[in-house]
């Protein structure tokens, strides 16, 4: 088999030379603050609404992640599940098991109750072609132009199918000014093949976003421990052996860029690792595979000048500890541990026992995977393009839809802000009207009962004032000036009674009062007289005249002009 990892090094630039900034760069640099906040505040955005589930296929089961952050920016694994599968052979493998495979995948997202539809997956080494190439130094136009007409590819890559069967991804990892060269990382996989992991992906109710080769989802993985360990050597340069029964490879990050060499195992040695336990036979598989795995190390220590003292482990292996013991024999001056994926990952109560395992180092690639958050507009910005892969043959109208989708959703959200700042203004207007006007009706009761109290004085005192202006306009008439005329008038009008009416009254200054008025029967007007006859001042009253006046209202009370002659007593 031709190894899949031939030429995968990045060329180390000489001593004292600066690498040059690429084009994108500069043009990121010069971004406005306002841009770059947008992006940010968008991309959040984006992470938020597009949650992603790491899918692990391999013939023995199915492996399900999903890591979201706290408000303190520490990943949770928020699900996790492994599903096994049953009734394949030893020899089954995931493409020649497509329908099984996507039946279980439905099976494994019901039961693990996951409810994101965007999923990461990745496809073994194998079926990928991965190299870095070395092209004339051209611009980012250039470039793109050189791909669209195939020339580039034909000429760096040498495939032997047709490059129209191959989703290919690329991307500049090194530009060199003095050389005018530059270093292009080219991935590529058969269509044929990336159709079938997404029809299962598809047929399991998923929709696949993410296509990642494994070894770059474990180096995503790694990445992030290292990150949230805060280890700033191991962030530099990190060696990570995959060792196994699918593949085996040593990938040395440095600089965080993969440095990756095949280690080859025969058919017999998988034989001896799945079922043997003679231990001379063990003996000799390890001593063979650690010759490849030294050989890898010492020519990167020779190349970079840089000393590699321990190896983190990735195995599928149950008893891969046994095998382990005798790699430390064999390399005494280099540590082997397993990787733990998950120890630096917050996990909730009902998952522990779930992540309760002796080797968790095999779960490095669902848990890599799980750390792809789709983000089409960067917040999540790395420093390679091997966290970026994305084999997906439709990727770019995929990111396209998605950033549609987001820029719609920030728009609706953007109206539904602006709507509902529009209402907590006039709400707030609103509150503080009510609040002013119920300052001002403070003691509202106490002021009401005072004005009632008030208009019945008023009516009363209005009463009072009418009956005095009466008597004014009464008093008018009486042309004198002597006490005794206010004594008389006084007794007259004590005696008037109910219903009657005084129009005038006339003194004629000696002795004799006329009085004239109306009243309402004959009645009234003769009660009159006989109170004003018992008047101690007035000697005598008498009826004059009575008559009907004219003008009166049809079905109104009948009222009866009079006039009455007081001879009063002498003075």
């Known amino acids: 088999m031709k190894n899949p990892f031939a030429n995968l090094f990045k060329k180390k630039s000489k001593e004292g030379e600066q690498t040059p900034v690429p084009k994108t760069e500069e043009k990121k640099k010069k971004e406005s603050f306002l841009g770059k906040f947008f992006k940010n505040r968008i991309g959040k955005s984006a992470v938020q609404g597009e949650e992603i589930v790491g899918v692990e296929l391999s013939p023995t089961e199915i492996r399900l992640a999903q ?80 791909i ?36 292009i990382l080219f991935v590529a996989s058969k269509l044929s093949d990336i159709n079938s992991y997404t029809a299962i992906i598809k047929k399991g109710g998923l929709n696949a976003v993410i296509i990642d080769v494994k070894c770059f989802a474990l180096k995503s993985a790694v990445d992030q421990m290292n990150q949230l360990a805060g280890s700033i050597e191991d962030a530099n340069l990190t060696a990570v052996l995959e060792f196994g029964l699918d593949e085996n490879y040593v990938m040395i990050l440095y600089e965080n860029n993969p440095i990756i060499t095949d280690i080859f195992i025969r058919s017999q040695d998988r034989n001896t690792l799945q079922n043997s336990d003679n231990q001379e036979e063990m003996d000799a598989l390890v001593r063979r595979y650690v010759t490849q795995v030294k050989q890898a190390v010492q020519d990167f220590e020779t190349k970079y000048e840089k000393r590699i003292r321990n190896l ?53 690639t669902v848990i890599g995977l799980a750390f792809r958050k789709l983000d089409v ?23 396209a839809q998605k950033k549609a989708k987001v820029f719609s959703n920030f728009a609706f ?57 009466k008597s004014l306009k009464i008093s008018k008439s009486i042309k004198s000036n002597k006490k005794v005329s206010f004594r008389v008038l006084a007794q007259i009008a004590s005696a008037v009674p109910k219903r009657v009416k005084f129009n005038s009254i006339e003194y004629n200054g000696s002795n004799q009062i006329i009085i004239q008025g109306t009243a309402s029967s004959d009645q009234d007007i003769l009660k009159l007289i006989s109170n004003l006859n018992n008047k101690k001042l007035i000697m005598q009253a008498q009826l004059a005249t009575m008559t009907l006046p004219d003008g009166q209202t049809a079905g109104a009370p009948t009222m009866k002009g009079f006039k009455i002659a007081c001879i009063l007593e002498n003075a």
């Open 413 to 469: 959200k953007g109206a539904i802000g602006v709507i509902a700042i529009i209402y907590i203004v006039l709400f707030g207007l609103s509150f503080w009207q009510i609040n002013t006007l119920n300052k001002q009706l403070v003691g509202y009761d106490d002021i009401l009962q005072t004005h009632e109290l008030r208009t019945l004085e008023k009516n009363k005192v209005e009463k009072e004032l009418a009956l005095i202006l």
């Open 377 to 399: 507009f960067g917040y999540y910005k790395f420093v390679t393009a091997v966290k970026n892969i994305n084999l997906l043959p439709n990727r770019d109208s995929m990111i």
């Open 312 to 364: 983190k482990v990735v195995s599928n292996l149950e008893n891969v500890e046994t095998y382990l013991g005798t790699f430390r024999k064999n390399l005494t001056n280099t540590g082997f541990n397993l990787l733990d994926p998950i120890k630096e990952i917050k996990v909730p109560a009902q998952l522990e026992e779930s992540v309760k395992l002796d080797n968790r180092s095999y779960l490095s």
């Open 67 to 146: 890591l979201t952050t706290d408000k303190s920016n520490k990943w949770v694994l928020e699900k996790f599940f492994i599903h096994p599968i049953e009734g394949l052979d030893k020899s089954a493998t995931v493409l020649d098991n497509q329908d099984k495979f996507g039946d279980e995948l439905k099976i494994a997202l019901q039961k693990s109750k996951i409810t994101t539809t965007n999923a990461a997956i990745a496809i073994p080494v194998t079926s990928a072609i991965i190299r870095v190439v070395t092209a004339p130094l051209m611009t980012d136009e250039e470039l793109s132009k050189a």
């Open 148 to 183: 669209d007409t195939d020339s580039l590819w034909e000429n760096l890559v040498q495939l032997t199918d047709n490059l129209n069967d191959y989703s290919i991804f690329h991307q500049v990892i090194n530009r060199d000014k003095t050389a005018n060269t530059m270093d």
